[in-house]
């Protein structure tokens, strides 16, 4: 073998075994378990989204499978990859993954802690800029817990996954996907299949515009409303949004329901605060719904 070939071999060598090295980093890394203290339980009484008050603004999202901060505030972090961050309006950018072994935002700390880390820039929807959110907690930290959502008092509580809540729910609703929570739903006698869960979106529901168009052949809206929306990335983006009244879903009656027109089926925080509490069951994968 002459020399030059020598060379090449090495260098693929070298590159193989680095690229394993990192492989072997990140499997290691996204198999540690991410754990979550609250030393505050307050939830920001001001917004519809799920908001730790006094923990540096975290929005609680089980419509993301990962978690985002937006810029970094000093902590030490390692840099791990390179992935995808998509909205609400499916678009899609690259941002940096990092993990972080203790990060701390007031009073909500965070070990061994995975998340994209997206710098605030012309990219970020300046709805979004001009607010105090820090980051989004996705799925992969509260896939670790089981959580109890109580609006009466404006609070959010962690729990060990094998803590059992027993009361009774008036509604619930089950999934199989630990960080992709999509549930099947009955809205009058039509089933809608796959809808995330997903308590990072305002609104009830949202469905495709051919299944609103199914749905008002048996029961008509009571209005229909033209607004705006945004996501992380975009602006004022044009909404339809059809209002019903004494709506049955899965056989309970609601006596009033807002479904938006959009591109993804999603049932949103404000189906949420139609309850008095909500209790997140990530060990049984079920959303248990009460009213008190």
């Known amino acids: 073998m002459n020399k030059k070939k020598k060379i090449i071999l090495a260098v693929i060598i070298v590159v193989i075994i680095v690229a394993v090295g ?6 290691i890394i996204n198999n540690l378990s991410a754990n979550i203290y609250l030393r505050d339980n307050d939830i920001d009484e001001k917004e519809n989204l799920i908001i730790f008050k006094n923990g540096g603004c975290l929005i609680w999202d089980t419509g993301a499978s990962s978690s985002v901060i937006f810029n970094n505030f000093g902590n030490s972090r390692l840099k791990i990859g390179i992935g995808t961050v998509t909205d609400l309006n499916r678009k899609t950018k690259l941002y940096p993954i990092c993990f972080a072994r203790n990060i701390s935002f007031d009073s909500v700390t965070l070990n061994n802690f995975i998340y994209n880390e997206i710098i605030m820039d012309n990219n970020v929807a300046q709805g979004i800029q001009d607010s105090d959110v820090i980051g989004i907690l996705g799925m992969n930290v509260i896939e670790n817990y089981n959580w109890l959502l109580d609006f009466t008092s404006n609070k959010i509580y962690n729990f060990d ?7 009774s729910p008036n509604f619930n609703l089950t999934y199989k996907e630990r960080r992709t929570p999509s549930t099947n739903i009955k809205i009058c006698s039509l089933y809608m299949k796959k809808l995330l869960i997903d308590s990072g979106f305002y609104g009830d529901i949202m469905l495709y515009d051919s299944d609103i168009e199914l749905i008002n052949r048996y029961i008509a809206p009571d209005t ?17 949004r059809y209002v019903y009244y004494d709506v049955y879903i899965n056989d309970l009656l609601f006596d009033k329901l807002t479904i938006n027109e959009g591109k993804k089926r999603l049932i949103g925080i404000g189906f949420f605060r139609k309850f008095d509490r909500v209790f997140w069951d990530s060990k049984n994968r ?6 008190d």
Request: aromatic share 14%; glycine share 0%.
């Open 224 to 240: 229909i409303i033209n607004a705006t929306s945004h996501s992380l990335y975009s602006d004022s983006i044009p909404v339809r």
């Open 22 to 27: 990192i492989m072997s980093l990140i499997y």
């Open 161 to 167: 996954k094998n803590i059992p809540y027993t009361a």
């Open 286 to 291: 079920e959303v248990r719904f009460y009213r």
